[in-house]
């Protein structure tokens, strides 16, 4: 499931590294979701949503959450190795309530409908999709003037029932373009808590004067974790000692505004209701930067 991409090999995170090593680049997954967790399901809850799809679900964090809370959850991702990890998860918590019926499956934002058969739509539709963690912004714009983008957010509102809502981020990407680089508690954000991460680099593209794409690198260290051994893994210096680590590179991500997502929201999904709150909370705190914007959109009913 290429989509638009010419083989699966160009498509991000398709090589697996990332897959076995996201325990390390986020940290504790516990204290990510206590983050968002209250917000997120005042959200569902005021949609009086029960079926979910998780449409970036990578290896599961936020589907499980949603599962244990009660929550129907359809997850899907376009990256087999995640995929791998979060049917792993499902195996190893199949004696706890709804993980049994968690469906999970390949599944391409230009070509939603037809996902992995192991996932099936519900007829009337979701009450809520989610799409978080900054993974929309993995998605190039392939045929230019939007026109993939729309295609993606067009097939998520086709799957949302009428009153159904789309959650959906980007880190605070006004913020990159303006200084080169990312918010300097973007390491410590909501979604990412992890000691591990180290010497990050940021590349900012620019075609005509318009940001076209971000690139970060950086190194996780796997010191004294059962990946030392990995491939790929090296011996480099860290705050003056000699750690074993792995070398995450040329990462890209594809920027949206503040401003040009919500026009592209709005466009899509008009005429809905629609709000953003900086880091899922309902104003900025004062002095700080954001460093992610949380788009909530309603369709309208």
């Known amino acids: 499931m290429t989509g638009n991409f010419k083989t699966d090999v160009d498509r991000p995170y398709s090589n697996g590294r990332e897959a076995s090593i996201w325990h390390l680049y986020i940290g504790s997954a516990e204290k990510r979701i206590q983050n968002y967790k209250s917000t997120l399901l005042e959200i569902l809850e005021q949609h009086d949503a029960k079926h979910v799809l998780d449409a970036a679900c990578a290896t599961g964090i936020d589907s499980a959450l949603l599962i244990e809370e009660g929550y129907r959850v359809n997850s899907t991702d376009a990256c087999e ?12 918590r199949r004696h706890d309530p709804g993980f049994e019926d968690w469906s999970i499956g390949l599944g391409d934002w230009l070509d939603l409908r037809n996902c992995e058969k192991t996932v099936q739509h519900p007829d009337e539709g979701y009450d809520a999709i989610l799409c978080i963690g900054n993974s929309f912004c993995c998605l190039p714009d392939f045929e230019g003037n939007q026109i993939t983008l729309k295609k993606a957010l067009s097939n998520f509102n086709d799957l949302l029932k009428p009153g159904g809502v789309l959650i959906i981020d980007h880190r605070n990407y006004d913020y990159v373009i303006k200084n080169c680089v990312f918010p300097p508690n973007s390491h410590e954000s909501i979604y990412y808590n992890s000691n591990r991460i180290f010497n990050v680099t940021t590349t900012v593209s620019f075609v005509n004067g318009k940001c076209e794409k971000i690139e970060t690198g950086m190194y996780v260290d796997l010191t004294d974790t059962d990946l030392e051994d990995m491939k790929g893994a090296e011996i480099v210096e860290r705050d003056g000692k000699k750690v074993c ?9 594809y920027p949206h505004t503040l401003q040009g997502m919500t026009a592209l929201l709005k466009e899509v999904f008009t005429p809905a209701l629609h709000r953003v709150l900086p880091d899922f909370k309902e104003t900025k705190e004062e002095g700080e930067d954001p460093v992610y914007c949380v788009h909530v959109v309603t369709k309208p009913s």
């Open 81 to 92: 190795p995640f995929l791998k990890e979060a049917r792993e998860m499902r195996w190893r």
């Open 245 to 253: 680590a792995l070398l995450l590179n040329t990462i890209p991500q």
